[in-house]
Structure formats: C-alpha cells, structure tokens
C-alpha cells in the first residue's frame, strides 16, 4: 500500500492522493490517522477545558498571570502549604480550582463520540475537572486526581464537591469526626498514583496515535509520559507554538475544540481488526 508522505497514511488509489494533494486540510489528515488506528490515545491538559469557561494555568489570562499576595499559585497548590495554611489553601481552591457549573466542551463531546462509535480511545488527562466522564467517556486515566473526589484525612469518609464547596467551615469538616477534608487531587510535593502511571504509560506505549493537546508539556513526571509513544501518528493541537512540535507528525494550533469540531466521527472509525485478534 502507498503512503502519503509526510503523514505516513496510507492511500489507496491515485486518485485519493490527489484529493489529498488538492484539499490537504489539517482536519482531513487527522481523520485519516484516526481511521489509520485501532489504539487511540488522547492526552491533554488544561487547554482542554479552557472553552469550557475554565482558566489554564500558563496563558496569558490563566490563573498564573494573577498574584495572590507574595504567594505564586505553586506554593499555593502544594501539600505544605495545604498541611500548614488549610484556610488560604481553600479559599485560593474554591476561587479558583472549582467550576461547579462547568460543562463538557466541543473537544469532550467529540471524544465521547468516538468511544462511542466504537474507537478504542483511552483519555489520558492532566486535569482535575471531571469533564472527560461528564461527555461520557468511559477510559479516563486522571493523572493528578479529581475534584469530584474528597476524603477526611482522618477517618477516611469520602465527600462530594458540592460538600467540600458549600460547607460552611473555612475548611471543610468531616460531619462524622471533625477531621480535615482533603481533595483527591495531587498536589505540588506529591507523588502521582503508581496504578495510574503505569496505566497511562502502557496506554501510551501501546497505542496507535497520540494526541497531545491543550498542554504546555512544561509539569512533570505527567509530561515525560508521551516519550513513551512508539505508534505510527503523532498530533498536537495546542493554540501557542512549542519545543515540541517538531517531534509530531502533525500541529496544529488552534483551540482543541475547534479544531474536533470539524471531525466528522463516522469517517474515523471502521479499520478492520487484525485477524489475531
Ligand atoms: N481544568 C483543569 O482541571 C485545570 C485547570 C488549570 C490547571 N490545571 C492543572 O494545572 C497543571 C497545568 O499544566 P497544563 O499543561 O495542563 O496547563 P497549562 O496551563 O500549563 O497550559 C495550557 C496550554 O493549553 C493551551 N491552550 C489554552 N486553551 C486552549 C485551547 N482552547 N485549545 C488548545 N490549546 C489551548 C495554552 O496555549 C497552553 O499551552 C496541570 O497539571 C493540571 O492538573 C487543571
Ligand atoms: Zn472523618
């Protein structure tokens, strides 16, 4: 069979190369990588859920461009100052951390429809906001937890988020021994879930096509992850430029929800499985 080079797809006629010569948008080779893999993975960060009305960290509107006293948002998001300073941790948290009323944007949704069309696509996500199930994707690896996840540091009993954000307590309480409620989200000084890295390096690995998207790549161990690809597609969709760009097949620069909006899901799905399987 004949590739399209540089995307490495393949064509099956001359006359499909042509058509590829002739409308080569970026939209159109990305589906035909979809269509091109049996494992999907989709890695993401918080550009992601940006058009979900949620800020970022690193644009220039995110969350980082503000000050917050003599306090950057590192030192406030970290596991000492959490231990030592409960109370400004929270109100910075409730702030600025929870979006109650957030709901699954452009990029969610069509993720969703994918896995529903029957693509084999595993989320592998930076974020904290619960959007990805909200869609109803089912194959999310949360690298840095959830917000929807709370538990009493003392006697385990878990919470809600509503909970932990209406509680009237500074400092959210548990109801059954007074304890400190802490969220289920991996702070600065803290070490990411060993199940979940080994899940997400393993999807990753074992996948077809990577997509990167809405990251700065820049917070690690999560961003190392993606060196683990050995698949055939690479993409990356992330509205400012990167270091990173030249090392994947395609990028893209434009909002991730804008640019998976243009997808039309029943033209990515239906390569036969190998017959071992
Ligand atoms: N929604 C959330 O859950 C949320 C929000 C903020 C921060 N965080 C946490 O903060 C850390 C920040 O690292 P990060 O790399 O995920 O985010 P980041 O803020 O460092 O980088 C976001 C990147 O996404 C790009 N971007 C913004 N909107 C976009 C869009 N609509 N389409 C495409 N690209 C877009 C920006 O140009 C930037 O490069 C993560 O670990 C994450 O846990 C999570
Ligand atoms: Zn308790």
Known sequence: MELYEPYGIPVASKAEKESFDRANTKAMIFTRMLKDSEKVVFFGGAGVSTESGIPDFRSATGVYSQKYGNRSPEQ?????FFDSFPREFYSFY????LFLDAKPN????????????GKDITIVTQNID???????????IELHGSVMRNRCMKCGQE???NFVANDRNPVPECSL???????????????????NIEAAVTAISECDMLIVAGTSLVVYPAAGFIRYFRGAHSVIINLSQSGHDQFMDLAVHEKVGEFLSQIDVSECVGKKKKSAE
């Open 106 to 117: 452009a990029a969610h949704l069509k993720l969703a429809e994918l896995e529903k069309a």
């Open 130 to 140: 619960g959007l990805h199930q909200k869609a109803g994707s089912s194959k999310v």
């Open 177 to 195: 021994c007074g304890g400190k409620i802490k969220p289920d989200v991996v702070l600065y000084e803290e070490s990411l879930d060993e199940k």
């Open 94 to 97: 409730r702030e600025k951390m």
């Open 76 to 80: 406030i998001v970290s596991r000492s």
């Open 159 to 161: 919470y809600n988020v």
